[in-house]
């Protein structure tokens, strides 16, 4: 399957900073991207959808301005999660898909605000 | 109703045993279809996806199909500890969007 990275892993930051997380498609062009959130023993929650060059598609309840989505090629998009306070803690989760239909999950990011 | 459900389980199997994964959606639109398999602490993966009526074989999964009865199932044969996991089902209309069921956890017993 196609190989998707996500980068950092894992960031642990202070209240009141922002965080950029990159997610790349390493092996495919990707048209359109996702972002998604998921609390333990929780089901993902998709937070925005991106295609490249285009601004993304926030999903309801999910503030456009605290994050903020780039899909600057059709490799790489960027999630910044602004302003991060305790309760954005959580695993913030990209996915990419190409020309298909199938959607590829990156490893996923770990984000702890103190 | 939900657009995907999808019994949470625990579904507990004993290993070598056939673990049965089932999965109804509502938009008859529906065109495309993938089970993900997601360890606790990790990204789902995608180990299958059918697009037609019928089953499809891939190793020890099969998923099976049926449009006219809006439902998907996943059979893993000789379950294995490692298959332990919580399994998704999604489904994709052609549009953007692939719609994620919340998953069921599948436990193989040793």
């Known amino acids: 399957g196609a190989v998707v990275s996500q980068h950092p892993s894992r960031v642990i930051c202070k209240s009141g900073t922002s965080v950029k997380i990159e997610c790349r498609s390493l092996?495919?062009?990707?048209?359109?991207m996702f972002w998604y959130r998921q609390f333990p023993k929780q089901s993902l929650m998709l937070m925005a959808t991106?295609?490249?060059?285009?601004?993304?598609?926030?999903e309801q309840g999910v503030e456009k301005d605290k994050f903020l989505i780039n899909h600057a090629s059709l490799t790489l998009s960027t999630l910044t999660v602004t302003s991060a306070h305790p309760e954005d803690s959580s695993f913030y989760i990209c996915?990419?898909?190409?020309?298909?239909?199938?959607?590829?999950f990156g490893p996923g990011t770990r984000l702890t605000v103190l | 109703q939900k657009e995907v459900e999808q019994n949470s389980g625990p579904l507990s199997v004993p290993e070598g045993a056939i673990a049965s994964l089932n999965c109804t959606y509502s938009?008859?639109?529906?065109?495309?279809f993938f089970w993900y398999r997601q360890y606790s602490g990790k990204s789902p993966e995608l180990i299958m996806f059918?697009?037609?009526?019928g089953d499809k074989e891939d190793g020890r999964f099969t998923a099976q199909l049926n449009k006219a009865s809006q439902y998907v199932s996943l059979l893993i044969r000789d379950s294995q500890p490692s298959d332990s996991a919580t399994y998704l089902c999604?489904?994709?209309?052609?549009?953007?969007?692939?719609?994620f069921g919340a998953g069921t956890r599948l436990f193989v017993k040793a």
């Open positions: 092996d495919f062009q990707a048209t359109t």
């Open positions: 991106s295609n490249e060059g285009s601004k993304a598609t926030y």
């Open positions: 059918i697009y037609s009526n």
């Open positions: 938009d008859r639109g529906s065109q495309s």
């Open positions: 996915s990419a898909r190409g020309t298909t239909n199938e959607q590829f």
């Open positions: 999604a489904f994709s209309t052609g549009g953007f969007k692939t719609i």
